[in-house]
């Protein structure tokens, strides 16, 4: 496994970083490489452990909370 990072890698990550809920699809048109591509880079920056997680920003207040 290739461990080097490189610039499409940074720019998924990038991607993800403004909305995690962004398809791979749309990732692919983006970085204007193949959907597959996207698939296993985010695979392989999962296993490096650069992509720990995905997680959501929650707004307390429409929810009730102060």
């Known amino acids: 496994m290739n461990k080097e990072i490189d610039d499409i890698d940074k720019k998924i990550v990038n991607i993800l970083l403004f909305d995690a809920d962004v398809t791979n699809r ?27 997680k995905k997680t959501i920003m929650v707004d307390y207040e429409k929810l009730g909370y102060q």
Do not use: D, F, Q, S
């Not at 048109?29 to 452990?49: P, S």
């Open 26 to 52: 749309e990732i692919a048109a983006k970085c204007k490489i193949a959907l597959g591509t996207v698939n296993n880079r985010i695979k392989r920056l999962k296993e490096l452990g650069v992509i720990k």
